[in-house]
């Protein structure tokens, strides 16, 4: 009985002297990316819309001057009517935002308002542009993009990530000698998009200062159009020698 246990003793002594996992075997580390450009199939494009003074526009009268103020119901109709007249439909147009701009003393709060619509491709915004009154939009910017196929693209870039950290391994393993046999673990570190890129250059955007101006200093067709994901896999192989 004592045997037995000194034995079973011994091999406990044994287990518990044995190396860790990562030390028992010779690994490589390396961190493998990707990155994937789609082209959108519908793209929100924002107009921001503002109250204004219909003496702004006289070059004439100075700001304690103007009385005359056009409502935000008549600028939205009257740019809904231009946005008809090239094909978009009212289920195309959402409001994304309301609300008050602050005032100048002795004068009425203007009320703003954000249009949401939804294209399709990026050349409706040059039509847009051309039929518009830019009297009473504030702003106009690319917003969100999308593709109906995005899940598909975001899984071939997972899995091109991990095909350029086998290769790097492989290259990197046989300089020295070494060739990569299996993955001991891998770690994704998420996904990036780079929408901002998009939209600081589409040359969509106006100066806020300037009332009642909306401007594209190049047509929206020359601006980038694509949505840009990059991946990223870090993953963990071990080594054999040759």
């Known amino acids: 009985m004592a045997a037995t246990a000194l034995a079973v003793l011994s091999c406990n002594m044994l287990k518990a002297q044995e190396p860790p996992y990562n030390e028992r075997y010779r690994y490589i580390e390396v961190t493998g990316t990707s990155e994937v450009e789609i082209v959108p199939d519908e793209i929100h494009f924002i107009i921001g819309i503002k109250e204004y003074f219909e003496e702004e526009f006289d070059g004439v009268s100075k700001p304690e001057q103007y009385k005359t103020k056009v409502q935000i119901s008549t600028i939205e109709s009257r740019l809904r009517d231009a946005l008809h007249s090239i094909g978009i439909t009212d ?48 702003f106009m910017r690319i917003g969100e993009m999308t593709n109906k196929d995005i899940l598909k693209y975001q899984e071939q870039g997972r899995k091109d990530a991990v095909i350029a950290a086998r290769r790097k391994a492989e290259y990197m393993a046989e300089a020295m000698g070494e060739k990569v046999k299996e ?15 998009v939209v600081q250059n589409s040359k969509l955007r106006t100066d806020g200062a300037t009332l009642g101006y909306a401007s594209a200093a190049a047509p929206a067709s020359d601006a980038f159009r694509t949505i840009k994901y990059t991946f990223s896999v870090t993953c963990r192989f071990s080594l054999k020698g040759w």
Request: no cysteine.
């Open 183 to 197: 993955v001991l673990s891998m770690v994704e570190h998420g996904s990036g998009i780079d929408n901002y890129t």
């Open 91 to 138: 289920n195309d147009i959402r409001t994304q935002e309301v609300g008050d701009y602050w005032r100048e003393r002795g004068m009425d709060f203007l009320i703003g308002k954000n249009l949401d619509i939804t294209l399709h491709d990026f050349t409706t915004i040059d039509s847009i542009i051309s039929v518009i009154d830019t009297k009473g939009v504030s």
